[in-house]
């Protein structure tokens, strides 16, 4: 056996160094890799894909000893992983992703997303950095140039009238989530390459990869449940959350009348205030359409 390849999760990188630690390895970070590992007669690739290549007349030799044995068995790709201490999920860096507004009957759909390295989340996450329902809006604009000068990030606001057309189009909000998370990701690939992305779980992994775009099919994504725990998540949905509340205070203004957040008794007694003094074909270009509080407001 001259070429041994499997894959193998993010999480595991440090265990998987160790091991060639042990082997007297040296160590080196080509572009797209978590590193490289050279020693006698082995050459251990591991790709930030995911994928796990081991060449050399010794390749037989290491996986008898570490991957047959037990002791660092090979784990399938896309497995959630565990978190790790602190909440992080993956080493960094990595890319995280989130949206805003999907609850909220007025205002856009936001997505974010923040790629950060180490030291740019240790210091956000000394800043005050959380997940954007932790935080009050006061807060969340403080915190938002602070996000953007410590990381690489796309922001894109979907207007209630451009979101009530793709909603249209994709007919399930699932589909759209990922099509406008997998444009955020793309956009940020454009500007700098990573190959990890971290988001909340909202859909099966098949929606995911069907959405993704010629730049993210060669990431690996992780889709996490509570993925805010993460600093690089928690930046996105800061990001996307100050966007939305801008986007929202906007509308406010424009109309001349108060659009609360969410979907509450508030929100409907607001929208047939709206309509009484705009007309309810003009609710396309404030609220998302398909929510039933649209009915409720339209009926009566």
């Not at 930030?48 to 047959?68: C, D, H, M, P, R």
């Not at 449940?225 to 939305?244: G, H, N, P, Y």
């Not at 074909?281 to 929510?291: D, G, M, R, S, Y």
Request: aromatic share 10%; with cysteine; glycine share 8%.
């Amino acid at each position: 056996m001259n070429t041994y390849t499997s894959k193998f999760l993010p999480v595991e990188v440090e265990k998987f160094k160790q091991i060639f630690k042990d082997e007297n390895a040296k160590f080196s970070t080509p572009q797209y890799m978590f590193f490289r590992a050279q020693g006698a007669g082995f050459t251990a690739s591991f790709y930030t894909s995911g994928k796990l290549v081991i060449q050399g007349n010794k390749t037989a030799e290491i996986v008898s000893k570490y991957f047959e044995s037990g002791y660092m068995p090979a784990t399938e790709l896309f497995e959630i992983p565990k978190s790790l201490t602190g909440g992080q999920i993956a080493p960094y860096p990595h890319i995280g992703i989130d949206e805003s507004g999907k609850g909220d009957f007025f205002g856009p759909l936001v997505i974010a997303g923040v790629l950060l390295d180490e030291k740019a989340a240790n210091a956000l996450k000394k800043a005050g950095v959380a997940d954007s329902k932790k935080l009050n809006d006061k807060k969340i604009l403080e915190l938002e140039n602070l996000i953007k000068e410590a990381g690489t990030f796309d922001i894109i606001a979907i207007g209630p009238n451009k979101y009530n057309e793709l909603y249209s189009k994709f007919q399930n909000l699932n589909r759209l989530l990922a099509w406008g998370h997998c444009t955020v990701l793309e956009n940020i690939l454009a500007k700098k390459p990573c190959g990890t992305a971290i988001s909340d779980k909202f859909a099966d992994e098949a929606v995911i990869k069907n959405a993704l775009k010629e730049r993210g099919k060669n990431i690996q994504v992780i889709q996490q449940t509570k993925a805010e725990s993460d600093i690089a998540v928690a930046s996105a949905s800061v990001l996307a959350r100050a966007e939305f509340v801008k986007k929202i205070s906007n509308l406010s203004e424009k109309y001349e009348l108060n659009l609360p957040k969410g979907a509450s008794n508030l929100v409907l007694e607001q929208g047939k205030k709206f309509v009484k003094k705009y007309g309810k074909n003009e609710l396309k270009n404030i609220a998302k359409l398909h929510f039933k509080t649209y009915e409720n407001i339209v009926s009566g």
